[in-house]
């Protein structure tokens, strides 16, 4: 199930040495659909509907589990949307998350480098930009996908109106 | 008129030919042809009944096989089918008659005495079974397999030098030895080296290894007998030597570390200071050789102790809590019963706790950083330590916190579930088990646990759905699927779970499909006499035998019979079904009417249930499948002789299982209702001398000497001379008062609860109308009572008292919830 595991160790004379540890990337499937559902209720405030985990299955690269030392503990779901007048589609990050023990262990970036990457090879159709929403005062997330060559384009206000910071800006990256 | 024409007579070789070769439907016809002209030809109407046999026309088969036999019964061929046919319904004792008959009218018959010697051995019957194996051999000495037969038939019975005998015999008689090992020979020389060691000659078995090991395919047997012998012979030097070659070959193989240890005479129970270090030296040795043996690292735990203990521990634990391994706790707690170690393990496990807390390492030296689910599984580790020690709040804390950390891990929930049913809530174990299920519909392991824990909480449809989620789809009944697939444990705990709730009719449907399976592997050995006499494969098949008559020694019948038991006794004490528990402490009038009103709501759900059952099982007919003409299990609880149908499960407990005090338990609950004294006294007796102390025996002695006195003078003077002895051993002359206090103080001074229940029980027993049981019940209150006070004990004392007709159970039910906070039984409602 974990694909071809990575072994991490960085260190250094002065820092404390990380013992090592494998990550790998799995498929989401309908077995173990219950804990991407267990992530994200956890992860986020929103309720994600039947529709959002029924999509999950369809879109193949483009939604991922991460596995750390064979413990699923982050996931990203994403969906492709049909671009007027193109053959190209946008790919929107519904969710990209990781638990909070799991973090500052590079599985994030992994995530999302896996995704830029299959978005960057994708063909049928080919992928003309990928984009998200953060909530405004987010600055981890922020600086998370500025670092990944993500651009802020848009303030949209009200856009998380059942929360108490409501505004959100959307972030893009422009593939082809 | 046996002499056919010609014509005809070739036509009955052909059907014979028919017959061997499976081809029923032609031979059928055959025999039809025959018939037409030659209607009372007594062997063609026999061979006529064993196909229709074959063609699932069982009532015609038996007719015309006897209206064969009628018209000529001196012929073997009538006789030898009528064998055939009683075979073929399991009636082997009167096969083996039919078989003898035709082997007195055609004494060298090959395929008669093969076929007879074939159930000899599937019945046991080693006398007869030497015998017919001597004629075959006589009759066919050039054959190895009829050599070998008579070996076997000689082990069987007990003799294994004559089976030795026999084999030297024929390997004397062979000319050419095949020179490259040879399968067959192979297995034939490793089994006269296993007659060898059967027979206690370890010299002569040991010299014979060396002898045939260039004939020999399987080295690792040769190795691993060498080995074995050069230790029982007492040369250690050699056997050292064997075992290392063989740990060399597999470093993880316990058998053979254990065999270099004892081969450097380590092997004791108890080993003093000087040999301990020896032998963490030695695994020391072990591990630098072989660093991913993990019996290496393993075993040196079971040996250590202090300090060494403390730090091979440490050095264990850390490796594996780094490496996540779920199954650490498994592997450990068989050393809790040392309590030095428990008490290591547990301090060793608080320290990294607060150590990743602090500074995310197992120490606080901060040199390394562990992952984070080091503290994942620690915290798992903690939570498993401390259910086994029965502190449920501490362990729900901890898993709770584990949960909170990962809560995608599926054996977190699974852990949960099992504290919550130690704590004694069944419903939520059930659904953290759901919760756990949920996180991985694939794995069968983790649906089989969840229903597990829904049958435990009694709900039975809710476990029905989920277990056939793994069973076959196609079939028109999956649920049937799993007794098709002798999936025993289901069968087990549902039947007992509906003992629990008093549908004893459903319970020992559940029972009785367990019995049958066990019929089924004893039928299975059939098809092996012949099978591995061909194949040779004679060291599998021995043990077969053995394991054969070991067979219904295992668990899973043993729980089987235990349930039928309970389900049969409880027949015969409420032939009106059990009583629900809303009608205690009802009057006979208002229990009249609660039954009248029962009964009505009953006849409606029946015929609504029979509506139902009726649509499904038209839908099942159209699928194909078998509609199950007695859901309910009516026709066991309406049995005759309840105890009789006991007696036939506890009779092969008595005959494989006497060692377990279960048995004689439970023989006397049957005995003494069936007014079998002597036998009942025989039962009790048997468990004295396993376990006088056991709880349990106290309350039926008690209740022994009462039926004695209650029998009077309808007991024999002779059983009454029997019985007087034995009491009189037992208790030289005291009265049943006396016997019932002198208990009662040793169980206050043991502190042992189930005691204290005995002892109340007896104590009700002997002095009814009397509060004193009650308040015997209500000392386990007491503190000094704590460590046997188990969820199940406290269980049963309220059982117990309910049953007295006491009016402290809601007392005690409050006593038992704030012992057991969780435990859903002891809740008020």
Redesign the interface.
Known sequence: MTPPAIMSNNSTEDKPKNAAFRVGLGDITPNNLGQLKRLNTVLFPVVYTASFYKNVLDVGEFAKIIYFNDVCVGAVCCRTEVVEKSSAQNLYIATLGVLAPYRRLGLGSKMLKHIVDHAELSTTPSIAKIYLHVQEDNEEALEFYKKHGFEVTEKCENYYPQFDVKDAFKLEKIIS | MRELPQKEANLFKQILKCYENKQYKKGFKGAEQILKKFPEHGETLALKGLFCNHLDKKEEAYEFVKKGLRHDLKSHICWHVFGLLYRSDKNYEEALKCYSQALKIDKENIQIMRDFSLLQIHTRNYEGLVDTRHQLLELRPQNRQYWIGLAIAYQMMGKPDSGVKVLTAYEETLKDIPTKPDYEHSEMLLYHNSLLEEMGDIQAAYDHLDAIEKHVCDLKAIREKRAQFLLALGRQQEAEAAYRTLISHNPDNFAYIDGLQKSLGLGNKSLTAEEEAIVVGMFQELQKEYPRSNAAKRLPLRYASGDSFASIADEYLRSML?K?VPSLFVNLKTLYSDKTKEAVIEKLALGYLAALDKSK?FDHS???????????WTLYFLAQHYDYKRESDTALGYINRAIE?????VELHMTKGRILKHAGDFNSAMESLNEAR?????DRFINSKCTKYMLRADKVAEAEKTVILFARADIADPLHDLVDMQAQWYLLEAGESHLRQGQIGKALKRFHQVEKHFAEFTEDQLDFHMYCLRKMTLRAYISLLKLEDQLRSHQSFVRAAQGAVKCYVSIFDQPDGVEPPEMEGMTEAEKKKFRSKQRKAELKAQKEAEEKKAQADQELTKKGGKVDEDPEGVKYTKAEDPLGEALKFLRPLQELAPERIETHLMGFEIYIRKNKFLLALKSLLKAIKIDAENATLHEQLVRFALAVKKAGSALSPAAKTVIDKHWNDLYKGQDLAAVGNSFLKKSEEQGSVPHLISAAIASSLIEPKNDKAEAILFLMADDKYKSTRSLESALVAQKTLRSMRSGRVSEFRAKAAEWFPKATVFQSV
């Open positions: 780094r996540g390492g901060g040199s390394i950083v562990e992952p984070p689910t080091a503290l994942l950390h990962t809560p995608t891990l949920e996180l991985d519909l694939q």
